[in-house]
């Protein structure tokens, strides 16, 4: 055996190791840091890079306008301009063009998941319409419809339609038959078994849905616009590119990124809540 060593704790005893506060050193990763607050920083660093090279190698106005000259642009527009009676122009139409969409997606899906000779008509029948460019479709519109706001609402619906019906009647057909079967079995109708149980199953999908299409209802309204119309973002687009007014068109364009995050942002809230307990959504709590 071999004797203990002098400086080894009593037997019976544990041998504490106390640290200092300086030998813990906690490390904060970037990824550890808020979202906001990395693109925020990322945005605004590439925001300077942006006004310092174009004021350092005296970038002309008409190619390429500094921040802080769209910036004005946008003050100016909105204070003595035209820009709050454009931008309700465009917002109307992505609103009434995505609510329709909404309706409409919804209610075929419920239709076409609940029914096999539904699905064989209609879904190719719906495939064959996407297929066909929504861009060449609005000059048709514009012909029916006039150079009024109803050409662009159901270019816009017609836009954000597709990915509506598509993720809802994939969420609609991913209840459990068990299930179904169960409510059957207890007398539920078709109508308890499409609001308790297949409705609320489609949620999340559904809502995946409406954040596509929100996104390509802002690209559908502008598209319509520039076709042909009389107010709107994009007709004010079109009439700075006449008269070379690029700091206008980079206005316009940070308009239109703004609706889009809100949209976004709305429904990403909205389903939150909604879908409260799908995975997602908790990982993204979790996260956040």
Same mark, same amino acid.
């Given at each position: ?23 813990t ?6 990824? /550890? ?7 925020s ?16 190698f /005296?970038?002309?106005?008409?190619? *390429? ?7 004005e642009?946008?003050?100016?527009? =909105? ?31 419920v ?12 879904l190719p029948i ?14 048709? =519109?514009?012909?029916?419809?006039? =150079? ?12 954000? =339609? ?15 038959? /068990? ?7 207890f ?23 409406? /954040?596509?299409?929100?996104v ?8 319509a616009? *520039? ?33 889009g ?28």
């Amino acid at each position: 055996m071999t004797a203990p060593s002098p400086h080894s704790p009593p037997p019976g005893r544990t041998l504490t190791v106390r640290r200092e506060a300086g030998d813990t050193v906690n490390r904060r990763r970037l990824s /550890d840091l808020p979202g906001w607050l990395l693109s925020s920083t990322t945005v605004l660093i590439l925001l300077t890079i942006w006004e310092v090279s174009v004021r350092t190698f /005296d970038v002309s106005v008409i190619l *390429f306008p500094a921040p802080t000259r769209i910036v004005e642009a946008l003050v100016e527009g =909105f204070t003595q301009g035209p820009f709050l009676r454009h931008t309700w122009v465009t917002l109307q139409e992505i609103i009434y063009g995505f609510g329709i969409a909404v309706v409409a997606g919804l209610l075929v899906a419920v239709w076409v998941s609940s029914s096999r000779l539904a699905e064989k008509i209609v879904l190719p029948i719906v495939v064959v319409l996407q297929t066909v460019p929504k861009v060449a479709l609005a000059p048709l =519109f514009l012909v029916w419809f006039g =150079f009024g706001i109803e050409s662009k609402i159901l270019t816009t619906a017609l836009i954000a =339609f597709f990915p509506i019906l598509v993720n809802a009647t994939l969420g609609f057909n991913s209840t459990s038959g /068990d299930q179904v079967n169960m409510m059957r079995s207890f007398g539920a109708t078709r109508l308890q078994i499409l609001t308790r149980l297949r409705l609320p199953t489609a949620v999340p999908s559904i809502i995946a849905g409406l /954040d596509v299409a929100v996104v390509l209802s802002v690209i559908g309204a502008i598209v319509a616009e *520039f076709v042909g119309s009389q107010a709107g973002l994009g007709y004010l687009i079109i009439a700075s590119n006449t008269s070379l007014d690029v700091a206008t068109m980079f206005a316009a364009l940070v308009v239109l990124s703004v609706i889009g995050l809100v949209l976004h942002y709305a429904v990403v809230l909205g389903g939150r809540r909604l879908a409260f307990w799908s995975e997602e959504n908790r990982a993204r709590s979790v996260a956040n």
